[in-house]
């Protein structure tokens, strides 16, 4: 059928028409919000790279993961920021680190809100990367040990759920076989299964005081170029035991997003990360984009490219504009 018969335009031409042949839909339901707890009290510093996100402690997060709850939304992912960082991130799998008190925390004053946890090594070493340094680069198979310790602390400690975000080799196995060897086999594992080295990462990094003092991440995230090598990764993540496999940065990597989707007929997740928020926010408080648009324009993308979870912090400004029947 060619024009003059079809006319595309017939459908599009009212918003009735428009909601009943709309071929993808957001909710409430597919958002995590992370958030970032720092060791102390009465602290709520704004991250001066990303308006409206903060670093707090823990009153402060159950107060805004109260909120959170209350918009609807299923669940935080939480990052810590300990009180001190040594070469082997010690705070990361102690049962009184920043993270395990945290959970502690909202498990106790917050119902209804699913936790996951962070599970990586550069929020609390000295040296800033994923893992233990050895011969100036992160040795893969000691630091699986003190990931799985980590998860296993995690868990001990309350979290719902746990998100590996390292891209050490084998790092699923591990920590499935230490939740499962201590009575855990029911805690799921989200795996940051296909990360690149990217530079959108800035600004968290900022936000969670873990920027590399040498080098980069480029001998454990992936290289931006490469497409063949996400399948790789999520085959064995989720060959190891992933329960849920997620993509990261989002935006320009939304043709893996499709891969996977098309590949996998696991949960999918997609982080929109932090340099993809500062952009938008940045853009929009100098009045050259609308916010609302765009940011919802955002999320439904990551939705059609086939993602079932958006990890974003925009997580309560969509959950307002959803609120009050905006898509
Ligand atoms: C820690 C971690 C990072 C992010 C999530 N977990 C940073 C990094 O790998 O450097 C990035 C999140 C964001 O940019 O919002 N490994
Ligand atoms: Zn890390």
Redesign the pocket.
């Known amino acids: 059928m060619f024009f003059p018969q079809f006319r595309a335009r017939r459908i599009r031409g009212s918003e009735t028409f428009r909601r009943m042949v709309r071929e993808t839909s957001l909710s409430v339901n597919d958002l995590v919000y992370?958030m970032f707890s720092a060791f102390g009290s009465g602290i709520r510093k704004e991250v001066s790279s990303m308006p409206g996100i903060f670093q707090q402690s823990i009153e402060h997060i159950v107060a805004e993961a109260k909120e959170v709850r209350d918009m609807g939304i299923p669940a935080v992912l939480l990052?810590g920021i300990p009180e001190t960082k040594d070469a082997v991130g010690s705070d990361a799998y102690s049962d009184n680190g920043i993270i395990q008190e945290t959970i502690r925390a909202l498990k106790n004053e917050v119902q209804g809100l699913a936790v996951i946890t962070?599970v990586?090594m550069?929020?609390y070493t000295d040296h800033g990367h994923?893992g233990i340094i050895k011969d100036g680069d992160v040795d893969n198979d000691s630091t699986l040990e003190l990931l799985a310790r980590e998860a296993l602390s995690h868990a001990k400690a309350g979290a719902d759920m746990v998100a590996p975000?390292?891209m050490m080799d084998g790092r699923v196995a591990a920590i499935r076989e230490m939740l499962d060897e201590n009575g855990y086999d029911s805690i799921p594992i989200m795996s940051?299964a296909v990360?690149y080295a990217s530079g959108?990462?800035g600004?968290?990094?900022e936000a969670?005081e873990?920027t590399p003092q040498f080098g980069d991440?480029r001998s454990y995230?992936m290289d931006p170029a490469n497409r063949l090598e996400a399948l790789r990764e999520a085959a064995s993540d989720i060959e190891e035991g992933a329960d849920i496999i997620m993509v990261?940065?989002g935006l320009p990597y939304l043709d893996i997003v499709r891969d996977l989707r098309n590949e996998y007929n696991m949960p999918l997740a997609v982080?929109n990360?932090?340099?993809e928020?500062s952009m938008i926010k940045g853009a929009a408080q100098r009045g050259w984009i609308d916010e609302e648009r765009v940011v919802l324009e955002t999320m439904t993308s990551f939705k059609r490219a086939g993602a079932d979870i958006i990890i974003t912090?925009h997580a309560k400004d969509v959950a307002g504009w959803l609120g009050r029947g905006k898509i």
């Open positions: 992370p990052f962070d990586c550069c929020e994923c975000s390292d940051y990360k959108y990462y600004p968290f990094r969670a873990s991440r995230q990261k940065p982080y990360v932090s340099g928020y912090y």
